[in-house]
């Protein structure tokens, strides 16, 4: 699919861009808020029908030079989003966002308004329900349609130079709309778009890694295979899906399992204090 232009994109995320009074009208109250980030459950009138939504509202009260001239996190969202819409990866719809800076150009708060997916749930919950395993050809079949869709839109948005960054499989949601499986990507704030080779390199790595750090406990071994088959449109045996698949264990195993570790261990060193 052509790759939108990013003034294209800008201009329809701009056209998302709405005053900050919107909150009001969906019973949020920034100044109640003392967490860095809140999301709530709402409903809001748009295009004549009332329609689930969630609000997601950042605040920045403590750095005074957090945000300082840089583009917000609602509007690379919301820009994001419509990306994903726009090379066919179905994604949460914008309905709108709005931010507030203070005279010195620093963002105080903003926020990031989407309808809600119906019956779709994070990713790791749909398969434990609807797919656990491959023990009837009904669950093959649905965990090898996500293991397919997922090498295939991991990989558009990187032939695209786009790097999301937090590919986690909670970003990802799943339904059974008409029988049939179907996936939306959400939550995208530090996703962005780079022309530089050893930097997209990495980046794809980790995009693929992040992915893989839930994979291996809930795929086997030829499950994760598949994705890099896909991902590259290679057959599962050839040796660019064995090379990939390792530089991804590797990766995930270096940046995500040591760390995993590191914390375990910290939290029973704290556990072991309080006895």
């Not at 919107?22 to 709530?40: C, K, M, T, W, Y």
Request: glycine share 4%.
């Amino acid at each position: 699919m052509p790759k939108p232009s990013l003034k294209t994109l800008i201009q329809k995320t701009n056209a998302l861009r709405q005053s900050w009074s919107v909150l009001g009208s969906v019973n949020v109250d920034p100044s109640q808020i003392f967490e860095r980030s809140a999301v709530f459950e709402r409903e809001m009138m748009d295009k004549g029908r009332r329609l689930p939504v969630y609000v997601k509202v950042y605040t920045y009260k403590k750095s005074t030079l957090q945000r300082l001239w840089r583009r917000g996190r609602s509007q690379n969202e919301a820009r994001n989003l419509v990306f994903f819409n726009e090379i066919g990866i179905p994604a949460a719809r914008v309905i709108a966002w709005a931010e507030r800076r203070n005279k010195i150009g620093r963002i105080v708060e903003e926020y990031i308004i989407t309808e809600a997916i119906a019956d779709a749930v994070p990713l790791e919950a749909f398969m434990h329900e609807h797919c656990p395993n491959r023990e009837t050809p009904l669950f093959r079949e649905r965990r090898d349609w996500i293991l397919r869709e997922l090498g295939k839109s991991t990989r558009s948005i990187h032939d695209h130079g786009f790097l999301h960054r937090d590919l986690k499989w909670r970003n990802i949601l799943g339904r059974i709309h008409n029988g049939q499986v179907e996936l939306f990507w959400i939550d995208c704030p530090i996703g962005d778009f780079s022309k530089l080779p050893k930097q997209l390199e990495r980046g794809r790595l980790k995009d693929c890694a992040t992915l893989d750090k839930l994979a291996r406990k809930l795929c086997s071994t030829e499950e994760r295979k598949h994705f890099v088959a896909h991902y590259l449109s290679a057959a599962i045996d050839s040796p660019a899906v064995e090379d990939l698949s390792n530089e991804i264990n590797a990766f995930r195993r270096m940046r995500f399992d040591a760390k995993d570790r590191q914390q375990a261990l910290e939290k029973e060193r704290r556990r072991a204090e309080q006895n």
